[in-house]
């Protein structure tokens, strides 16, 4: 059967990724796409964080390594698809203020934002379509996770993992690596 996983699969094995080691099964390739056109800017706060409990925004990015099987086309996936999936999740984050759901609550498509921080009283109310909110914190690390679960369920069934990286500006980022649901 197209697409089951042999023993041989399940043998995982630790193959080094752009991002370190990924434990993934002998048969896997991967290909990954970088791109200029793969930022978006948004805002978010900590509100636990000194530095960061105010309102602030980033300009970043994502790239993205997609695992699986290489099919009959000798393809994992056409790098123009995996880059137009990418886009489309971005497209949620780009300019939105991310927020942690413990903070905000929607009503009458208002989002209403309030938490007490280092630095004072923040009280906000938004557009619900303005606002992206976690079940977390909004930090690097969920923000890629959330990313990851977002572009993960975008794919095709031929794509068994996904490794997202996302930056934070230029310098810093977190990644995430998720594996389809069998």
């Known amino acids: 059967m197209k697409g089951a996983r042999t023993a041989?699969?399940?043998?995982?094995?630790f193959e080094l990724s752009r991002g370190g080691p990924a434990p993934v099964p002998a048969s896997w390739s991967s290909?990954?796409?970088?791109?200029?056109?793969?930022?978006?800017?948004?805002?978010?706060c900590?509100?636990?964080s000194e530095s960061c409990s105010v309102i602030h925004g980033h300009s970043s990015r994502i790239s993205a390594e997609v695992f699986g099987a290489v099919g009959g086309d000798g393809m994992i996936l056409d790098f123009g698809e995996a880059k137009a999936r990418l886009k489309?999740?971005?497209?949620?984050?780009?300019?939105?203020?991310?927020?942690?759901?413990?903070?905000?609550?929607?009503?009458?498509?208002?989002?209403?934002?309030?938490f007490e921080g280092p630095k004072g009283r923040f009280h906000l109310d938004v557009p619900e379509d303005a606002v992206v909110l976690l079940p977390k914190e909004a930090t690097s690390e969920n923000i890629a996770g959330e990313a990851a679960d977002r572009v993960m369920a975008s794919m095709p069934k031929?794509?068994?993992?996904?490794?997202?990286?996302?930056?934070?500006?230029?310098?810093?980022?977190?990644?995430?690596?998720?594996?389809?649901r069998a």
């Open 8 to 13: 041989k699969d399940k043998a995982m094995i």
């Open 31 to 44: 290909l990954f796409v970088e791109d200029d056109s793969l930022h978006f800017d948004y805002g978010h």
């Open 46 to 48: 900590l509100p636990h």
């Open 88 to 114: 489309e999740v971005i497209k949620g984050f780009d300019h939105k203020f991310i927020v942690s759901s413990s903070y905000a609550h929607v009503l009458n498509g208002r989002c209403i934002v309030d």
């Open 158 to 180: 031929q794509v068994s993992a996904l490794k997202l990286f996302f930056f934070e500006g230029t310098n810093k980022g977190a990644s995430a690596f998720r594996m389809a």
